[in-house]
């Protein structure tokens, strides 16, 4: 199957990024709000202040107001290597080194958290961690399957429910008192509060905006992403109930309520679903908000897509289509990796930054705006360079600050500086990776391609607290691990063909001839791409239908 010039004549219509657009945008990107705010709210609800052990005759509370320097104290709780109080031990009244029965909590930023309540330090700590994890599964399991469903019964359908979901999980999973149920309330979360709603709503996008637009929009989504973890410092300075906190969380999924009638369907998913009559509906209700008064023969658009039915086998696409052909399969392959080592790089040069002091909520706030300079500088050049050479480029350097990182003593001025070049650098290939992947993949299988990428992200955001064990061994491995698989796919993606300014495929078939014989090393030594890929003759997506007819 070719482009299809049909549907391509009618998206055309609607023009790059007019006020229907731009309406729909704004909708559409709230997602990403949340997505951010609940990916990190544990950071607060859950955090873990500096504690140490409850001395008998000297505190009366778990928020003793004796100075931790006092000589009872110090006398009672013997000193680390560095000078700091140990955090899990105390003197017994045989001066022998035991580990605490209870603890006393520094309450300068944080009158209470889920970790404070159920004493998630020392021995415990690893139940505090395993709930950030489960969390990070549940996103992973949302990732996979209501991408795929998001294919099958709408992407409206999906954000819509998952939405008014994270709104009544968001609020409920702050009064709930036992762990376990908690952990499910929080998987739960994961899979509608940073997955369902984000991937459909970046799609919805995707697939609405002209292709020069893209770029702003796709980068726009990793912006306010990161504006959602500024939104989680925000919150947790001002209110330090940890419940109440949660439910504030939680309700701005009330954001999302009138959805419902505002936001529309893909008209893409509906042409290709056989439902063109839907689809010229939106279009047109499209050009009358853009005021643009061009006329759209509903009739006519109908009667083409009947005929392009009839004339094509109905097949039904889903995730084992993506690796079922050989060039489809590799470029799944190959995205799924650059995935999974953006979502690594990016927690591993954060741990390497070491224990940063000062106050939790201002670090927080800066390490969301820390990333906005990089997403600045992808929107002003990614449609200048290309996807493929900026985010090889980006991932090779990302991944070789994380391997310096290693090498430099924590704390210093230049591991830092390195540190935060890294995260920068990162956090651009990250942004790049989701706008590539949407122009990569057809229609009938972009959603669930999406999904399939940040399944992979949030499978290796899972693995990040276990690999850093591996410290044990020795501090650097795991930091140069990071570094090297970040490496490895940064090089892989040069194997990728390059999807600026190129019209989006829709079928399987238009996949899997997509970009055959376009790598950077074959663009580098002059080579044109392989004749057989579809797209080579048409370079841009919005062809007028009188144009094709001509030729």
Known sequence: ?????????????????????????????????????????????????????????VDNSSFSYVPWN?????????????????????????????????????????????????????????MGSVVQTVFMLGVFTGAVTLGGLADKVGRKTVFCWSALLQLIIGVAVAFIPEYFSFMVARFLLGIFGSAGAYICGFVLTMELVGPSKRTACGIAFQAVFAAGIMLVAGWGALIKDRQLLQVV????????????????????????????????DIVAKGLKMNGSGIPVDKEYYVQKSKAQQAAEEKSSAGLSDLFKTPNLRMKTLNVCLCWFANSLVYYGLSLSA????????????????VEFPSYFTIVMVLDRLGRRPITSTLMI?????????????????????????????????????????????PTVVRNS???????????????????????SFDPKIPA??????????????????????????????????????????SQCAGRKPNRDSIYQDDPEQMVPLKTIEKK
């Open 1 to 57: 199957m070719a482009v299809d010039f049909v549907l391509e004549d009618l998206m055309g219509k609607l023009g790059e990024f007019g006020r229907y657009q731009a309406f729909q945008f704004f909708l559409q990107v709230l997602s990403a709000l949340t997505a951010g705010l609940h990916m990190l709210s544990l950071v607060t609800v859950q955090a873990v202040p500096e504690h140490r052990c409850f001395i008998d005759g």
């Open 70 to 126: 006092s000589s009872e104290i110090l006398a009672a709780i013997p000193l680390k290597d560095n000078g700091e109080l140990d955090s899990c031990h105390m003197y017994d009244s045989n001066n022998n080194t035991v580990s605490c029965d209870s603890y006393v909590y520094d309450r300068t930023y944080y009158e209470t958290s889920r970790a404070i309540d159920w004493n998630f330090v020392c021995e415990r700590r690893w």
């Open 249 to 280: 969380y939680g309700l701005h999924g009330v954001l999302f309520l009138a959805h419902w009638w505002l936001l529309d369907e893909s008209p893409r998913w509906l042409w290709m679903q056989g439902r063109a009559g839907e689809a010229v």
């Open 354 to 369: 070491g224990k940063l002091y000062g106050n939790p909520f201002l670090i927080l706030f800066i390490l969301g705006l």
């Open 397 to 441: 350097g990302g991944g070789t600050c994380c391997i310096i990182a290693a090498y430099i003593a924590q704390g210093t001025t230049t591991s830092t500086s390195i540190v935060m070049v890294g995260k920068l650098l990162i956090a651009g290939s990250f942004a790049v990776i989701y706008n590539y992947s949407a122009e990569l993949f």
């Open 449 to 471: 391609a999406m999904g399939l990428g940040s399944m992979c992200a949030r499978l290796s955001g899972a693995l990040t607290p276990l690999i850093t064990l591996l410290d």
């Open 480 to 521: 140069v691990l990071f570094g090297v698989i970040a490496l490895i796919s940064g090089v892989w993606v040069m194997f990728l063909p390059e999807t600026m300014n190129k019209p989006m495929p829709e079928s399987i078939e238009d996949g899997e001839n997509f970009g055959k014989g376009d790598t950077w090393f």
